[in-house]
């Protein structure tokens, strides 16, 4: 009992030790990405498996919530004008339920013989987790850091006491873990969109700092139990195939979509306003093919291009296409789902923006507004652009990528086959309808999901419901349809963007699509191409974390959280789209904020060039 509780007490000290380093300071900036590793592991490999293991997929549910009920409390509580931070005091009360749960688990490590190679690792996967908390609060002051940094020591202490007399095995606890992973998780997103390394040595401590964080984590983590190890292990397992599936085929395709959009595909300028409806619909359909531009990203763009004078079709076909079509989403969508998938797929997404667009100008404004004058785009070297478009690029797919994978390899872990086939394909497509619509979904992140619900029993054509809804729509496009063009255009283009993608999903149903699904249940012989794609790929993403630093990598995440004005990329990382030199700060976003910026009379690339 003893050296637990003095464990328990040096790993606050050293945390709070650490936390509160100078402002600015190397150590500070490295402990700060170790503890997110950190944090990020125990979510990932220790508080969601071991709900997985005992609840199944409603641990997900319950984890999306908790996470999504912090930020709404913090939101509100903003709005009114309260003290900032209440989803941060939310995530700090789950900090103290997970560390009584460190206590128990060094109290018994203390009782076991040879146990203290244990109770050192759990003491030293909390370290860097108290210097978070301290980190986090010390913007309000020191005192406050110290304060909560106690509160974490006595629920350590209060751990240790109870562990004669709270049962190793309770009912509630897994429905407790994925609460706590959901709100550990809003506390460890709070200040990703940092500067970016200004130095060697920051890059290299940073580097480090993850190389650390992830050592830490794997060797301190404690299983529950042995279902608790089987699901991490099915989990990691799968995340591993699924991952030597995706990266060949991605790899091609941002290195295709860089290229493309390096090389400068010019759409003429009578693109923008001239032609018929139709023909303007379809070529706002097809403008941002050579970009990945995730849900968020293309709200200012299409608002760039209204203000440019873009016909209303044109601007309305690309808002609801351009986040489905990508280079790399359509070749991992003939990987995962087969070549007629991927065709009806795209197909698709083109046919469904093309009605809703029509369908909006129709009972919409007569005309675009006028055109205005274009800015001054530098000379860039062709290599030097593609190299900056592929680091635009790798920086944000990559992120959302991984968060697709780590999704599927869960249900891929924990759910049967065919454990969805009951329900059919009406139920399945509300559901995912239902689910897709006001959320921010990645069609690329998306795509071995789809293919692991497919053989998990869900209806293809449901599937197809949500891959096209998830990324197309959102609250924020709804709002600002809504605003742009009005209710009555808003509602018609929004309803038929949904009921057109319903016909096409009930089509494939009938029509028994063929699909060849490659999931990492079904495939484990994996070539040398696969491995040199894979190696590739996890190269673009060292030099990604590497230039702008991990946390600001993850910020990619970040911003689909920010409204239509503030995405929160000025911080986030210092390169620019093409037209712009490496240095160019943010990523030319502000042109959205008034329809007087001066915007390009001229020819238009299409891509996050969009906007100067």
Not at 487 to 511: D, N, P, Q, T
């Amino acid at each position: 009992m003893g050296a637990a509780v003095l464990t328990a007490l040096v790993a606050a000290a050293l945390g709070a030790a650490l936390g509160l380093s100078r402002r600015g300071s190397v150590l500070l900036g490295a402990t700060h990405t170790l503890a997110v590793v950190v944090a990020l592991v125990v979510i990932g490999l220790e508080l969601v498996p071991t709900a997985l293991a005992a609840v199944g997929l409603w641990a997900l549910v319950v984890f999306g919530g908790a996470y999504a009920a912090a930020s709404l409390l913090e939101r509100v509580g903003h709005a009114q004008g309260l003290e900032p931070g209440w989803g941060v005091e939310l995530g700090f009360l789950a900090l103290c339920a997970h560390r009584v749960g460190d206590g128990l688990a060094m109290a018994h490590f203390g009782h076991a013989a040879g146990g203290f190679e244990g109770m050192l690792a759990i003491a030293a996967h909390g370290v860097p987790v108290i210097a978070l908390v301290t980190i986090a609060y010390r913007e309000r002051s020191r005192r406050a850091a110290v304060v909560r940094v106690i509160l974490l020591a006595i629920a350590s202490l209060a751990g240790i006491a109870l562990h004669e007399v709270i049962p190793e095995e309770h009912a509630a606890l897994p429905w407790i873990s994925a609460a706590l992973a959901g709100l550990l998780l809003h506390v460890v997103t709070h200040g990703w969109n940092t500067p970016s390394p200004e130095s060697l040595t920051h890059r290299l401590v940073d580097v480090g700092a993850v190389v650390a964080g992830l050592a830490v984590a794997l060797v301190s983590g404690h299983d529950h139990g042995h279902e608790d190890g089987r699901v991490r292990d099915a989990t990691l397992h799968a995340l591993l195939e699924l991952g030597l599936d995706t990266a060949p085929v991605l790899l091609v395709g941002l290195v295709a979509a860089a290229a493309l959009k390096a090389a400068g595909w010019l759409i003429p300028r009578r693109w923008l306003g001239g032609g018929s409806r139709p023909t303007q619909a379809l070529r706002g359909a097809v403008l941002g093919l050579p970009a990945p531009i995730c849900a968020c990203g293309v709200l200012p763009l299409a608002h760039s291009l209204r203000s440019r004078g873009a016909a209303p079709a044109l601007v309305v076909a690309f808002l609801f296409a351009t986040p489905v079509l990508a280079l790399e989403t359509f070749a991992l969508s003939v990987r995962f789902l087969g070549w007629p998938f991927a065709l009806v797929r795209f197909g698709g997404a083109v046919a469904v923006a093309v009605l809703a667009a029509l369908l909006l100008a129709a009972t919409g404004p007569r005309s675009a507004l006028p055109p205005k004058e274009p800015p001054s785009f530098g000379e860039q070297d062709l290599v030097k652009r593609f190299v900056t478009q592929l680091d635009e690029l790798t920086h944000h797919v990559l992120p959302w990528t991984l968060i697709g994978l780590v999704a599927a390899a869960y249900v891929e872990a924990v759910i049967p086959p065919e454990a969805f086939a009951g329900p059919g394909f009406a139920l399945n497509a509300l559901l995912l309808t239902l689910v897709a619509v006001p959320s921010y979904v990645c069609a690329t992140s998306a795509t071995p999901l789809a293919a692991v619900l497919v053989m998990k029993g869900v209806a293809p054509g449901a599937v197809l419901v949500g891959l096209l809804l998830g990324p197309a729509i959102n609250l924020a496009t709804a709002g600002w349809l809504w605003q742009t063009y009005g209710r009555r255009a808003a509602l018609a283009a929004l309803g038929a963007l949904v009921l057109g993608v319903w016909a096409l999903a009930g089509a494939v149903e009938l029509g028994d699509l063929p699909l060849a699904t490659h999931a990492a249940a079904t495939e484990h012989d994996h070539g040398a191409f696969a491995v040199v794609g894979a190696a590739l790929l996890g190269l673009l993403a060292f030099r990604s974390i590497w230039r702008v630093g991990l946390r600001a990598w993850l910020g990619a995440l970040g911003e689909s959280l920010g409204s239509v004005d503030d995405h929160g990329h000025d911080n986030a990382h210092g390169h620019g789209h093409a037209g712009h030199g490496p240095g160019h700060s943010g990523h030319g976003h502000s042109a959205h904020g008034d329809e007087t910026s001066s915007p390009p009379a001229g020819p238009v690339r299409p891509s996050n060039d969009l906007d100067p």
